[in-house]
């Protein structure tokens, strides 16, 4: 009988991704650390421990259960693994991250970072243009568009407006 071996980085990282492909929280944290494991969304938040990040997920699925992520590429080494991915879905079902769904298609191109360690995820840093979901799903103006050249030019003014009441620095 032949021992099984430990599964690499790769295939720990790649065992988690094929829980989102497949719309299922409980494979995406199968190989979390019990204790110590973070799902860092850059534009969203951190979400610590196995039972979070797997509601975060269950969110996501019922708000868009359309989702669909595809793997573009896979970069590797013995603790960390980079996935970079595209996904498409409508926000058509329920709130997410306390947003009402708006009807609209949502589609990101994004990065998530793994780090493993002792063969279970410890953390994974996830990098996707949250203004561009912003956009897509209505919360900001499309870019480009009257609106968003008024915000635009309102935050400008501001910053101007501002600008003689603010500290000045001593210089080094």
Not at 116 to 137: C, K
């Amino acid at each position: 009988m032949k021992a099984e071996t430990p599964m690499g980085a790769r295939e720990v990282a790649m065992a988690s991704f094929e829980g989102a492909i497949g719309r299922d929280a409980d494979r995406i944290v199968a190989s979390a650390h019990p204790e110590d494991y973070v799902d860092d969304f850059v534009a969203i938040g951190e979400f610590r421990g196995k039972e979070a990040v797997h509601a975060f997920f269950e969110e996501l699925f019922a708000a868009m259960p359309d989702f669909d992520i595809s793997v573009e590429r896979v970069v590797a080494d013995e603790g960390a693994v980079a996935v970079k991915w595209r996904a498409e879905a409508t926000f058509s079902s329920a709130p997410f991250q306390g947003i009402q769904p708006t009807g609209k298609q949502v589609r990101l191109r994004g990065v998530d970072f793994f780090e493993i360690e002792d063969g279970l995820i410890r953390r994974n840093t996830i990098f996707y243009d949250g203004a561009s979901f912003a956009r897509q799903v209505g919360m900001l103006p499309s870019e480009g568009s009257l609106a968003d050249r008024t915000i635009l030019r309102l935050f400008n003014l501001k910053t101007l407006l501002l600008r003689p009441f603010r500290r000045r620095r001593p210089s080094a």
